[in-house]
T-cell receptor, first 111, second 113 residues
Framework: EAGVAQSPRYKIIEKRQSVAFWCNPI?????LYWYQQILGQGPKLLIQ????????DSQLPKDRFSAERLKGVDSTLKIQPAKLEDSAVYLC?????????FGEGSWLTVV | GNSVTQMEGPVTLSEEAFLTINCTYT??????LFWYVQYPGEGLQLLLK?????DKGSNKGFEATYRKETTSFHLEKGSVQVSDSAVYFC????????????FGQGTRLTINP
């Protein structure tokens, strides 16, 4: 079974630029998550989708972050404009039942 | 709200030593508990889980027991290897509905040969 796929793996951008990350969940998984992991910390949930509807986006900085999940499969997370403090690993995950499976992450450096 | 507190790292051990990484949690109800591992440059991998009190999760020689009375889920391994060097995260799942994880801050483990 293929795992959660993410791209790009690494991205370096200047502050105030924009960036987009893509995620393809495990086939058949209705729930999709985006987590932010800042160096030295545990992952923090940004947004959770159930099919193509948003379940929880309470910790998403909506002035600069946006996410969508068209057709209930792939998802895109966008940051515009980026700030230095957005430097982190962005982890996509999916689940069916009570176990969540993570992708390898997209590493963002904002300079 | 729900929270997880992990033993602070980093932890450095010699090969074949006994490992314990402490994890305690605060939550209402009976959430599922998880340990995830993150190897250098990789994403999070599920190591083990327990879904109810007194359950023991185990995988790759690691074990953790869900202790409701002490609100703990300590990770143990009897004899660690160099390949176990990684960051370990304890996580708390939500009660009912779609799963949602709250993570501890992580414990970096280094095993020396």
């Amino acid at each position: 079974e293929a795992g959660v796929a993410q791209s790009p793996r690494y991205k370096i951008i200047e502050k105030r630029q924009s960036v987009a990350f893509w995620c393809n969940p495990i086939s058949g998984h209705a729930t999709l998550y985006w987590y932010q992991q800042i160096l030295g910390q545990g992952p923090k949930l940004l947004i959770q989708f159930q099919n193509n509807g948003v379940v929880d986006d309470s910790q998403l900085p909506k002035d600069r972050f946006s996410a969508e999940r068209l057709k209930g499969v792939d998802s895109t997370l966008k940051i515009q404009p980026a700030k230095l403090e957005d430097s982190a690993v962005y982890l996509c995950a999916s689940s069916r039942g009570n176990t969540i499976y993570f992708g390898e992450g997209s590493w963002l450096t904002v300079v | 709200g729900n929270s997880v507190t992990q033993m602070e790292g980093p932890v450095t051990l010699s090969e074949e030593a006994f490992l314990t990484i402490n994890c305690t949690y605060t939550a209402t109800g009976y959430p599922s508990l998880f340990w995830y591992v993150q190897y250098p440059g990789e994403g999070l991998q599920l190591l083990l889980k327990a879904t109810k009190a007194d359950d023991k999760g185990s995988n790759k020689g690691f074990e953790a027991t869900y202790r409701k009375e002490t609100t703990s889920f300590h990770l143990e391994k009897g004899s660690v290897q160099v390949s176990d060097s990684a960051v370990y995260f304890c996580a708390l799942g939500s009660v009912g509905g779609a799963q949602k994880l709250v993570f501890g801050q992580g414990t970096r483990l280094t095993i020396n040969p």
